[in-house]
C-alpha cells in the first residue's frame, strides 16, 4: 500500500514504537487516529486508507509488541491503560488535540478510555465491534488463539491457516481475500517462514485471574454524547450482542449511529459496502455538524 510514510515515537517507558502516516488534504479536517484490534497492526487499515487517504489523513499506530513497534520488556503492560498512554504521548508528539477515533476491537476499548478522560480530544468516534460488555463465547474464542504461534511455508498456507480459523467469521472470503488478509496479520521472518507480527506474550494479560472483569464500561458510553459516533456490529459477531449495541445506543443518545454490517463476525474490515457507507456518513457529520 503506496502513499503512506513511516514514523516513530518513543513510548513513556522508552519503548520505540511505529505509526503510518496517510496524507490527507490541506482543509484543516481533523485527522483520523486509527486504533488496532489486539492481533492486528496499522496494516490492518489498508482498506480504510484506500477508501479515505487523500482527503483524510490517516494515523495508523503498531501498539507496542505489534509488526514494527519494539517488543515491551515487561508483558504485564500489553493492556488498555498503557496503550492509552502510549497514544497520548504519540499525540503529544504529533501536537495533535482533536481527532476522530476509529478503534477496531482492542482499539475501541482504547476509544472508550479516550472518551472517559480526554474528551475534547474526540471530533468523532467509531466503535467497531465491541462495547462495555463482551460476550464470554468471543472472548473464549480469542483465547484460543492469542499467543498460539504459526508458522508457514507460504502465504498460501497462511492463507488457508486463516480460512480453516476463520470462515464462520467472514463466510463469502475467497483466497484473494483471505492473502489480503494474512499480508496485513503475517510477516516473513529470517528464516524465511510466515510468521504472526506480533509478540505471543501479549496473551499473558488475559490469562490473569480477574483480568475479564475489569472496569465497569458503561458510565463511559454518556461522554460520546454530543460527538458523532457511529457504532459498527459484524452480524455474526460472538464479542458483542445485538443487545448491548442496542443499549450502547440509548446510552449515548441521538448522536449514535448503529450499523449491522451482514455477513461478517468479529470484526467488519470496514471495506464493506454497509461499513464503507457508515464511515462516509460520520465524516460527514464531522464535517457538517
Known amino acids: 500500500m503506496s502513499g503512506y510514510s513511516d514514523g516513530y515515537w518513543w513510548s513513556p517507558d522508552g519503548l520505540r514504537l511505529h505509526y503510518r502516516d496517510y496524507a490527507g488534504g490541506d482543509d484543516g479536517r481533523p485527522p483520523l487516529l486509527c486504533l488496532p484490534g489486539l492481533t492486528r497492526n496499522a496494516r ?9 487517504a487523500g482527503d483524510w489523513r490517516l494515523i495508523c499506530p503498531d501498539m507496542r509488541g505489534r509488526a514494527e513497534s519494539a517488543q515491551a520488556k ?3 503492560s500489553y493492556v488498555p491503560l498503557t496503550y492509552l498512554q502510549d497514544i497520548g504521548r504519540l499525540l503529544a508528539d504529533l501536537a495533535v488535540q482533536r481527532f476522530v477515533a476509529i478503534g477496531t476491537s482492542l482499539g475501541g476499548i482504547i476509544t472508550m478510555l479516550i472518551a472517559a478522560t480526554h474528551r475534547e480530544w474526540l471530533a ?18 480469542i483465547r484460543t488463539y492469542v499467543g498460539v504461534g504459526q508458522s508457514h511455508l507460504s502465504w498460501v498456507m ?3 491457516a486463516l480460512e480453516e480459523a476463520n470462515r464462520d467469521v467472514y463466510p463469502h472470503y475467497g483466497l484473494e481475500q483471505w492473502l489480503a488478509m494474512a499480508k496485513r496479520l503475517y510477516r516473513l521472518n529470517s528464516a524465511g517462514r510466515i510468521v504472526l507480527d506480533y ?7 488475559l490469562r490473569v485471574a480477574g483480568e475479564q ?21 459484524g452480524e455474526r459477531s460472538d464479542l458483542l450482542s445485538d443487545a448491548t449495541a442496542q443499549r450502547m ?20 474490515v470496514l471495506d464493506e459496502p454497509e461499513a464503507a457507507a457508515a464511515v462516509d456518513r460520520l465524516l460527514a457529520r464531522v464535517l457538517h455538524g
Open 44 to 52: 490492518d487499515f489498508e482498506p480504510l486508507a484506500a477508501q479515505l
Open 74 to 76: 515487561d508483558a504485564m
Open 124 to 141: 468523532g468516534a467509531l466503535l467497531n465491534d465491541v462495547g462495555p460488555t463482551l460476550e464470554e463465547a468471543g472472548l473464549a474464542r
Open 158 to 160: 497462511a492463507a488457508r
Open 199 to 205: 509478540d505471543m506474550r501479549i496473551a499473558e494479560p
Open 213 to 233: 472483569a475489569g472496569v465497569d464500561m458503561w458510565p463511559v458510553m454518556a461522554a460520546f454524547r454530543g460527538i458523532p459516533t457511529l457504532l459498527l456490529r
Open 249 to 268: 445506543v440509548r446510552e449515548i443518545g441521538g448522536g449514535a449511529e448503529l450499523v449491522t454490517v451482514p455477513g461478517v463476525g468479529h470484526t467488519p
